[in-house]
């Protein structure tokens, strides 16, 4: 059942959902609004100006933006719940997002990655709805690392969203976090992080360089994970020429670094071997899990896996779920954007 059940819903993406498409065109009540060259009076035209207009007290707070690009750098850290969310047709497909947050900054003259992010979460409880976030800095021979999102929160929720870099795209670094119905590109290490939980569900991961797609900086033996079901990895329409056998899954950055695939349709041009490691000399591989569990797709058609990596069987699989690593996820996860359970 699954070969064709499967396949159909990575096929189609976004456009399988539970609750069918929705529109997202007009502000919720009491929402701050944000328009390119607004002159209404308590309207911003700044994303960055906005969220700090919230005030700084318990209270949940939405923020509403119209269709634009916005430039500049974007920092939540409000102690109350924020909603960001953009104007689109279509709320369930990244594909139908018309807000584009735009910040080019790298580590060179940052000072660290966090700082480099074009949207930087800081606190807790924040949700982000059909957002584009890039960092526009590009390819450098040496400290290229450039955040579009850096998660430094607790119960961070990025629905249909588009994330944009080359090196360190996605910063999921402190917190539980869920990534759903999105599209992540970059090349080198850019879903990377130390110590969060990071559930990721019918999302697009696209490889544009030679790299890896996860580099989890797993320390300790403790809760961090990445745990992936039912995306798709693909090449990037404008990938460089370079990736096709110079793509991993992932390499671990930290010596107990652990990522599990699960139910994943792989067309990327992936090494044969799949996984890698940290570098020569220092392969960092002695307490990894890369786990995966029904990989499928031209990605993988002739895989000779390392020894380091497993294929999971069912049983153990099935130990890996949004509920069994985020046990309160039904709390503050929107279940809209999730897979129906079959």
């Given at each position: 059942?699954?070969?064709?059940?499967?396949?159909?819903?990575?096929?189609?993406?976004?456009?399988?959902?539970?609750?069918?498409?929705?529109?997202?065109?007009?502000?919720?009540?009491?929402?701050?609004?944000?328009?390119?060259?607004?002159?209404?009076?308590?309207?911003?035209?700044?994303?960055?100006?906005?969220v700090n207009s919230l005030p700084?007290?318990?209270?949940?707070?939405?923020?509403?933006?119209?269709?634009?690009v916005y430039v500049g750098q974007?920092?939540?850290?409000?102690?109350?719940?924020?909603?960001?969310?953009?104007?689109?047709?279509?709320?369930?497909?990244?594909?139908?997002?018309?807000?584009?947050?735009?910040?080019?900054?790298?580590?060179?003259?940052?000072?660290?990655?966090?700082?480099?992010?074009?949207?930087?979460?800081?606190?807790?409880?924040?949700?982000?709805?059909?957002?584009?976030?890039?960092?526009?800095?590009?390819?450098?021979?040496?400290?290229?690392?450039?955040?579009?999102?850096?998660?430094?929160?607790?119960?961070?929720?990025?629905?249909?969203?588009?994330?944009?870099?080359?090196?360190?795209?996605?910063?999921?670094?402190?917190?539980?976090?869920?990534?759903?119905?999105?599209?992540?590109?970059?090349?080198?290490?850019?879903?990377?992080?130390?110590?969060?939980?990071?559930?990721?569900?019918?999302?697009?991961?696209?490889?544009?360089?030679?790299?890896?797609?996860?580099?989890?900086?797993?320390?300790?033996?403790?809760?961090?994970?990445?745990?992936?079901n039912q995306n798709k990895i693909?090449?990037?329409?404008?990938?460089?020429?370079?990736?096709?056998?110079?793509?991993?899954?992932?390499?671990?950055?930290?010596?107990?670094?652990?990522?599990?695939?699960?139910?994943?349709?792989?067309?990327?041009?992936?090494?044969?071997?799949?996984?890698?490691?940290?570098?020569?000399?220092?392969?960092?591989?002695?307490?990894?899990?890369?786990?995966?569990?029904?990989?499928?797709?031209?990605?993988?058609?002739?895989?000779?896996?390392?020894?380091?990596?497993?294929?999971?069987?069912?049983?153990?699989?099935?130990?890996?779920?949004?509920?069994?690593?985020?046990?309160?996820?039904?709390?503050?996860?929107?279940?809209?954007?999730?897979?129906?359970?079959?």
């Amino acid at each position: 059942m699954r070969s064709f059940i499967l396949p159909l819903l990575l096929v189609l993406g976004s456009a399988v959902s539970p609750s069918g498409g929705r529109r997202c065109t007009e502000p919720p009540d009491g929402a701050v609004i944000v328009k390119p060259a607004t002159k209404v009076a308590g309207e911003f035209s700044n994303l960055g100006e906005a969220v700090n207009s919230l005030p700084a007290d318990n209270s949940s707070q939405v923020v509403f933006v119209y269709p634009g690009v916005y430039v500049g750098q974007v920092n939540v850290s409000r102690a109350g719940p924020v909603k960001i969310m953009g104007y689109t047709p279509n709320s369930l497909e990244f594909e139908s997002n018309t807000v584009t947050l735009v910040h080019n900054s790298s580590l060179a003259t940052a000072g660290s990655d966090d700082l480099t992010g074009t949207l930087r979460v800081l606190s807790n409880n924040v949700s982000l709805y059909n957002l584009d976030i890039r960092n526009d800095f590009g390819v450098a021979f040496s400290n290229g690392q450039a955040i579009a999102l850096s998660g430094q929160g607790d119960q961070m929720g990025v629905y249909a969203c588009g994330l944009y870099s080359y090196q360190d795209t996605l910063y999921t670094n402190v917190g539980n976090h869920v990534f759903l119905r999105s599209y992540i590109e970059g090349a080198v290490d850019f879903i990377f992080g130390r110590h969060s939980i990071a559930y990721f569900e019918s999302n697009t991961i696209a490889s544009k360089g030679a790299g890896c797609v996860t580099a989890s900086g797993r320390e300790l033996n403790d809760t961090g994970i990445y745990v992936f079901n039912q995306n798709k990895i693909v090449a990037a329409k404008d990938a460089f020429s370079n990736v096709t056998g110079n793509v991993f899954l992932g390499r671990p950055w930290g010596d107990f670094a652990r990522v599990v695939m699960k139910n994943t349709y792989i067309s990327a041009p992936l090494n044969k071997t799949i996984w890698s490691i940290w570098n020569p000399g220092d392969e960092r591989i002695d307490s990894v899990l890369f786990g995966e569990y029904d990989s499928f797709g031209p990605g993988v058609a002739h895989a000779n896996r390392p020894t380091f990596s497993t294929i999971l069987t069912r049983p153990q699989a099935a130990e890996y779920t949004l509920s069994s690593v985020l046990q309160n996820y039904r709390d503050w996860v929107d279940s809209d954007y999730m897979l129906p359970e079959f």
